[in-house]
Each structure stands twice: as structure tokens, then as C-alpha cells.
């Protein structure tokens, strides 16, 4: 039997793994011939009390239990892939999955390991098609509206750092991230504390989740859009798509927080959404040499370490004001899939070589305060906010910018902006007169609270850009608890960061499962 143990804190600049036997044995209190193996199982930087450390957990394979002391050693099981017991309601009609980010990918890969045979449809293209879309937008700065870096195979994460950490406390989260190791991810994601892919690699993983589904008799098509639902008497029968119509009874809604015009459409066919708290701000860019010095001192630089991060929070007159996808040695990126608005958020790849940290700073915001009930208005306050950032970039999606000290005191940036990673240019301009006041303002005192928790982080080559404007979803389509259906309409599921119910790349896999769970645990799919 295996047994687990926990805080194993070895030096960051000597034989890690020479140390790492030595505390295990020391913990144990055995010689080195009772230890049979060891297996690293999480791996974490600790640099607190300005002492950098590596610390650990491993799982041990004992030659004699009885000669060593275990007693705060915890049994360890092997890991258990998702068994769900079907249901017995018949299933003539294959589900259809509408998204295929996480939240969709996820969903058809339970469902098609559990024999019911998937369509996955997406309005974006394939990983490669993706791919060429971004950069002939980089080129030529002409977005496709169907096919970009929000839209396609992957959906948005497949374009950003892809970290994989999670607050979520979830039986699967050890299965999503070993799905993805066996589709191409690093292994390293299955035991450190903040798992990264890169944006590098994430194509490739994406491409073998493909695979994995296809292969389990799932199917997926791309440059498909759906365009609306076919109701009968409160229940789903189908839905239309540009490619014609699908019969379903069993529709997983995974269509991720950009595709607004797919949500007025849900919106008019009677499916319930409500405003819900959301998160706007900025991007603040940190050479990323400063970010090593702050928080590991000395040690900053040293290749056990990697590049570090930080994690800011605040809350000013009771409203949360936080850092938000902080990619260190990364780089801002254009999230567009509209023509005439911007957004911008981070990415970094596997290496996190780049001379930068970038970081969203956003506030929540209630819908009382930026549109109250009334969907259109909500939904209208985001793109008027992301239309006017274009126009003050220079309308060619250049991103607006102000030094992080200039904008924190509330005056213009007279010098010269400091070199930012953000390849379309950065334009000079006042973000906090092109935000509401209700954006800027809680940013502005947080920006003081950060600088005296993390010493220097008003820097003087510190950079704010803006919009980060879909650091999540501001709708939320209401669904049942019990059966995991929206409430208005039987046979459909929404998940995701679209349907308000995550945020990220593990949450989402993971809403997505839940949703997949629901079905199989409904229907039997002997029919298919």
C-alpha cells in the first residue's frame, strides 16, 4: 500500500531529489533500505518569511511497514476514472453538444466513453484553422467573426496560458487533468500546485482531446453555428444550425461568454437568463525581472523556481477588487471576435519566457449598477465599454494605455509608454476617463493596497491596458439543481463561463462532466 506524505520542504539550489529522500527517511524515521519508492505527487514554491523552499508531497512504497513510523502518513488508493451508472429512459436521438471549449469537450468525452455517441458542433474552426485566423488578424487587424482566438476547437482557453488550477473541491479534477496529460499536456500538470500547459502546447492537447472523443465514437463539426431551437410544448426537439437541422431531445449549451448573439437568441426563445456580478478592470504588465526580485529575492532567476506570480486582493467600501489571470512571463493578447471592439487578456507559454508578467486588476460589478434587470442593457453596457476602447486605441485595435503610476494618481502619461509584449502597438491614452468611474475608481485604491502588500508594484515601467472585460460571464441561465436542465425548457443543459457557471479551464471540464453525469444518469443508450 502507498501512503502519502505532506510538507516535505527541501533547499531550491541543491540535489532536490537527494534532499527529498533524506526528509522522507527522516520523517519515517527508517533506513534507507525500508524505502522502496517515492513519487512525487504535488510540488510547490514557498517563498513566504523571504525563505525560498521547494515543498512537497510524495507517495511511499514501504519494504516493512512495521519498521517505520507512519502515524501521520496518510493511505493512498489509486486513482478512479468517472463511473456513472446509466439511466433507464430511452434515448432515440444522439445529444448534441453546442460549444466545444472545455465545458463542451469535457461533456462529449463522459458522454462518448459512456456509448452515447456525441455531436459536438462549434462555430469556429479547427485548432489549425484557428491558428491561421489569429494571424492573418495580427497581420492584416480584420477579425473573423466565426473563427479567432474566443470562437473554435478549444474556445478561448485554447489561446490563453492554460492554467489549470482550481478552487473547486471536485472528485474529477484529478481525471480532467490526467485526460489531459494523455492528450499532450505536460505531465508536470499532475503534480504542481499551479498546473500550466502553455499556449504552446495547448493546441496539441486540444487536438488529442479530439481524438480521445472521436475515438470513443463522439463526432464534432466545426464552422457550424447554431441559430436556434426547435420547442415543443416546454421540451427541446432539435435545434437549427447554418448547416441545416439537428434532432435532439438532449442539448449540452456549452457556448462560452463571447457569443452574445447567441444568447439574445436563447433570450427570445424563452430560456431564462439573468444578469449576475461580473468582472471588469485592466491589465497591468510588470517587467517580469521585478516580479522574480520581489518575491524571491536573491533566489529570483534560479531554473528550479520558474517565473513568479502573485496573487493580489482587496476590497474598497465593500466591493472586490482582485488580480485575475496573472501570467508571469507571458504577454497581452486581442481577444476579438467582433469588428469595432476590443478586449485583451493574457497568455504566456510553457516556458513563461517572456520579459513580462501580465495580470488582469478587475472590480465586481452588480447588475444594479451596470444594467440592472433589463438583459439588452447589460449586455450593451460590455460593448459599449469595448467599443470605446477601440476608438481611444486608434480604432485598429491597438490597445490603450497609461503608465500603472499615472493612472493610479488620475493624470495623463506625458513621457513615452514603457515597452509593453501587446504586439498591435499600445496608444497613449487616460483609461480611467475611458472607463466608468465605477471601474476605475475601486481599481485606483486597490492599486494603493497592492503597492504596500507587494512593495514597488506602483513601478515606474508598470503599464495599464484596457478592457480585461471577460474575466467572466455577466448572465447566468438559470437551471435546476436537481437535474441539471435549464428551468424553462426540458432536454437542455447549460454549463461553462457562458451560462454563468464557471470560470476557467477546470471549472468549465468540470461543469461540463457534471451536465454529462445528469444525461447518463437519466437516459440508457442502447437506441443510438
Known sequence: MSFRLHSLSV?????????????????????????????VVRRSVDARKGSVKLVFSV??????????????????????????????????????????????????????RHGYRPLIVDRGGTVKQRVTAVNDFMTRREPDPECNNLFGIGGAGTFSDGKLNTSLS????????????????????????????GTDLLG????????????????????????????????????????????????????????????????????TIDPKPFQMGIRVEHPQEWIDRRQFGR?????????????????????????????????????????????????????????????????TLKPEIYGGTNLSKCMAFVETVESACFDAGGSDYSVPAQGLMDFARGIPTKADLPQTSYRLGAFRARLDRI?????????????????????????????????????????RITRNRETGCCIDIEGIYPVGEGAGYAGGIMSSALDGMNAARFIIERYRATLL
Not at 463542451?104 to 462518448?112: D, M, N, Q, R, T
Not at 472528485?171 to 500550466?196: F, M, N, Q, Y
Not at 471601474?439 to 515606474?460: C, S, W
Open 59 to 112: 507517495d511511499v512504497e514501504l519494504r516493512d511497514e512495521s519498521r517505520a513510523a507512519i502515524a501521520d502518513a496518510i493511505s493512498v488508493e489509486p486513482p478512479q476514472s468517472p463511473i456513472v451508472e446509466p439511466g433507464s429512459d430511452p434515448m432515440s436521438r444522439r445529444p448534441v453538444v453546442v460549444g466545444a471549449g472545455p465545458a463542451g469537450l469535457f461533456a462529449g468525452l463522459l458522454l462518448a
Open 435 to 475: 472607463l466608468p468611474q465605477f471601474v476605475t475608481n475601486p481599481i485606483r485604491t486597490a492599486l494603493e493596497q497592492f503597492d504596500r502588500k507587494l512593495p514597488g508594484y506602483l513601478h515606474e515601467d508598470a503599464v495599464a491596458m484596457a478592457p480585461e472585460s471577460r474575466a467572466s460571464s455577466p448572465l
Open 204 to 271: 496539441a492537447t486540444v487536438t488529442g482531446l479530439v481524438s480521445a472523443i472521436e475515438t470513443s465514437g463522439g463526432a464534432i463539426l466545426t464552422g457550424v453555428k447554431m441559430t436556434g431551437l426547435k420547442i415543443v410544448r416546454g421540451r427541446l426537439e432539435g435545434i437549427e444550425t447554418t448547416d441545416g437541422p439537428i434532432d435532439t431531445t438532449c442539448l449540452v449549451l456549452a457556448v462560452g461568454h463571447s457569443a452574445r448573439d447567441t444568447m439574445r437568441m436563447l433570450h427570445s426563445s424563452g430560456v
Open 299 to 363: 533566489a529570483a532567476g534560479h531554473p528550479a523556481l520558474g517565473a513568479a506570480d502573485y496573487k493580489l486582493t482587496a476590497r474598497v467600501d465593500g466591493v472586490p477588487v482582485f488580480s485575475f489571470c496573472m501570467c508571469p512571463g507571458g504577454q497581452t493578447i486581442p481577444t476579438v471576435n467582433e469588428p469595432g471592439r476590443l478586449c485583451i487578456n493574457g497568455m504566456s507559454g510553457s516556458a513563461r519566457n517572456s520579459a513580462f508578467g501580465t495580470s488582469g486588476i478587475v472590480v
Open 11 to 39: 533547499p531550491y539550489d541543491g540535489p532536490i531529489m537527494k534532499d527529498l529522500r533524506r526528509k522522507i527517511l527522516a520523517r519515517l524515521k527508517c533506513d534507507k533500505g525500508n524505502l522502496l519508492s517515492f513519487k
Open 170 to 197: 471536485h472528485p474529477w479534477t484529478g481525471e480532467v487533468l490526467r485526460v489531459l496529460r494523455d492528450c499532450g499536456a505536460p505531465e508536470d500538470i499532475l503534480i504542481d500546485a499551479k498546473p500550466h500547459v
